[in-house]
């Protein structure tokens, strides 16, 4: 028989946890419900986890840091098939995008209870988010022809904005392929949405 790591046990626990924070919010939620979902006693979760706050750290910072070594691999990825810079920032937002929604409970949390964090741990989760932030506004600023008047950081917060909130209104099988919303709304951002007027 094989024997489950110790991390093995701890991605466990914060996966039922993601879905218990998900449905009935972090601050309902008990350890006792995680515990349960999870088929284990309370003081086994105490064994991998010191409290709750422990739990929706591990889940934050975790995914943080899985994203941005997907994000890295996406922009080396890029360079290896030499595409232009451009078409190396669509892929990178669309890698974005579609890690942000493909996990709707992680979606949940990261939007809702990310201010829970306090201490070393909000300090923790803000450092990644930094690094993230950081390595989409620099592939933004490689693309020539930017228009000058527009501030990068907000073309970076804008394409964030656009990706975690898409998953709030975004309803699958309802003629609408989530791609395809991505794909439109980078071009949006990159093109306009009014037609230009040639003299």
């Given amino acids: 028989m094989l024997k489950v790591s110790m991390e093995d046990r701890r991605d466990f626990i914060s996966k039922v946890a993601t879905k218990v924070f998900s449905e009935k919010g972090y601050q309902v939620a008990s350890l006792q419900d995680i515990a349960t979902g999870a088929g284990i006693s309370k003081a086994g979760v105490y ?8 739990i929706l750290a591990y889940i934050l910072i975790r995914n943080s840091d899985i994203f941005l070594e997907k994000l890295k691999r996406s922009i080396k990825e890029s360079k290896e098939k030499v595409l232009t810079p451009q078409d190396t920032f669509k892929r990178l937002i669309m890698e974005y995008a579609q890690h942000i929604n493909i996990d709707k409970a992680k979606r949940q949390i ?3 209870e990310r201010h829970q964090l306090s201490g070393k741990y909000k300090k923790e989760l803000f450092r990644r988010e930094q690094a993230i932030f950081r390595l989409l506004r620099h592939e933004l600023q490689g693309i020539p ?3 000058k ?3 990068v950081n907000v073309i970076s917060f804008l394409f964030i904005s656009m990706s975690h909130w898409l998953g709030y209104w975004y309803k699958e099988g309802k003629g609408l392929d989530l791609n395809d919303i991505i794909d439109q709304n980078i ?3 990159m093109h306009g949405i009014l037609k230009q007027q040639h003299s």
């Fill in 47 to 54: 064994h991998y986890f010191k409290s709750k706050n422990d």
């Fill in 110 to 112: 990261v939007l809702r």
């Fill in 145 to 147: 022809d930017l228009e």
């Fill in 149 to 151: 008047e527009i501030n």
């Fill in 187 to 189: 071009w949006i951002i």
